[in-house]
């Protein structure tokens, strides 16, 4: 198929791809890598009236550290992301996920703000910016807004993102000495969207988990953090925390399996995620 007839800007600034999306409101498309957009347009799932093409703004590309925390440009490109010492360093879980996104083809061109502002709730990098408790920066007509990770994901692909803003990057904490992270999912192909997946962080001492978040993916409407079993693991009993997941999470029935196989699954997942957290290191 072919997408439905639309016109074409490219945006030299945020406050360019601002203004644009201001003059033209919901019959407006952001493109970053495009890996999601094009697909919906080319099934007519998306019908914009003007693509706003964001690849001719300079400066969203960037990876840094700063101030205790791990800055990502929203452009970044996903294999960018892959190959960044500073990822690999200090935020572990992105690296951790990266190598589970698709396909090689597919990380040279997406981008971590199209993955975060599209929050496919199957999706990898959401889940780890929940697990992560980071930060989504904002720009639109009233200027520039920080909204923490817990706050952000509204629904099935609804965020905090008003119809007149873009997503400039995000914020993660940069891992401290005694901090762990765990990350599996189970899909029916590797590259393909996840039945069900699980990132984690945690801090662990003295052979106890503290401070955990369990983020689960393509087990409901948005990624999901499961409280109980957080506070079941960092009351050391792993057996309670799986059990506990039946209060924390209700998956829907979708085209790849039922909901009582995903809360299973989930079961399985959180197994192998604690052994990660807990497993010794050299």
Known sequence: MKPAPFAYAKARSVEDAIALLAQHGEGAKLLAGGQSLIATLNMRLSAPRILIDLN????????????????????????????SDVIRKHAPLIAMAMPHIAHPAIRNRGTIGGSIAFADPAAELPACLLALGGLVEIAGPKG?????????FKGLYETAIGACDMLTGIRLPAAPAASRYGFAELSRRHGDYAVAGLAASATFASGKLTKVRLAFFGVDL??????????????GDLDKAVAALASDLDPPDDIQENGAVKKHLAGVLLRRVVQQLTETRA
């Open 222 to 235: 948005t990624p999901v953090r499961a409280k109980a079993a957080e506070m079941a693991l960092a009351g």
């Open 144 to 152: 520039k807004r920080t909204v923490k990770a817990d706050d952000y």
């Open 56 to 83: 001719g703004i300079a400066g969203l590309n960037s990876i840094t550290l700063k101030g205790g925390e791990v800055e990502i440009g929203a452009m970044t490109r996903h294999a960018e992301i892959e190959r």
